[in-house]
Nanobody, 122 residues
Framework: QVHLIESGGGLVQAGGSLRLSCVAS????????VGWFRQAPGKERDFVAA???????YYADSLKGRFTISRDNAKNTVYLQMNSLKPDDTAVYYC????????????????WGQGTQVTVSS
């Protein structure tokens, strides 16, 4: 069983930065596809970013240049660095994982974290 625990969310002013962390247990992040989704109130859950076992990264087009996904294999942790935050970035951010990147990319990963709230004030 894989468990994902997110942290690092909070309240930040527009233009600020946050770094989210996702600590995995039960599976090495280096051998899985790990990603982030977000869901704003009243909206669908959207893909944010993902990193494959190879290290290749993927981003939602609208977030390229502001968000960066990375991982620390020694800590079994995946990070999401978010810069130049906007009020529209306000959402619950979920860490996800699966053996297959396609499952992450299509929004159907096997494992989900509980989510961490990010609120960006204007």
């Amino acid at each position: 069983q894989v468990h994902l625990i997110e942290s690092g969310g909070g309240l930040v002013q527009a233009g600020g930065s946050l770094r989210l962390s996702c600590v995995a247990s039960g599976r090495a992040v280096s051998s899985a596809a790990v990603g982030w989704f977000r869901q704003a109130p009243g909206k669908e859950r959207d893909f944010v970013a993902a990193i494959r076992s190879s290290g290749r990264t993927y981003y939602a087009d609208s977030l390229k240049g502001r968000f960066t996904i990375s991982r620390d294999n020694a800590k079994n942790t995946v990070y999401l660095q978010m810069n130049s935050l906007k009020p529209d970035d306000t959402a619950v951010y979920y860490c996800v994982a699966d053996d297959a990147y396609t499952a992450v990319a299509t929004g159907a990963p096997r494992y989900w974290g509980q989510g961490t709230q990010v609120t960006v004030s204007s």
